[in-house]
């Protein structure tokens, strides 16, 4: 049984986060094209379909799912990819959650992985032991 949840720079807001990450290329996919998309992680391609996956996921549902179990929330405001309003989202939709802001932390915490980390231990300190 899970005890508690803990999202870092997690996603909620899908087609905004897509729109941001993918620029125009979001707006081939939403016309109909399959575009190729070149990252960290390699060359891949994204199908329109992909849009269509996003919509059947409902977000407010699933916070309500997470009940009365703890949730800490950290993020970076100095997010590139995933904007902090993500993370404020996900607290109002779950029940028990805790939002941690971090200044200057971008989306994958360089430079601020021990902060987060920090953060990270005492809420589960405080939450679990």
Not at 12 to 27: A, N, P, Q
Not at 51 to 61: I, P, Q, S, T, V
Not at 63 to 91: F, M, Q, W
Request: overall charge negative; charged content about 25%.
């Amino acid at each position: 049984r899970v005890a508690g949840y803990i999202f870092w720079s997690t996603p909620v807001k899908l087609h905004e986060t897509f729109r941001l990450i993918l620029g125009e290329d979001y707006e081939k996919l939403k016309a109909g094209s399959t575009v190729t998309v070149n990252d960290e992680s390699g060359v891949f391609s994204l199908e329109p379909a992909i849009l269509e996956d996003l919509d059947m996921h409902n977000m407010d549902e699933y916070l309500t799912a997470l009940g009365k179990r703890p949730v800490l929330v950290i993020h970076g405001l100095a997010d590139e990819v995933v904007s902090p309003s993500n993370a404020e989202y996900i607290c109002k939709g779950a029940e028990n959650a805790e939002l941690e802001l971090v200044m200057g932390a971008d989306h994958s915490f360089l430079n601020k992985n021990l902060e987060r980390e920090n953060l990270t231990v005492a809420w589960l300190r405080k939450n679990f032991l």
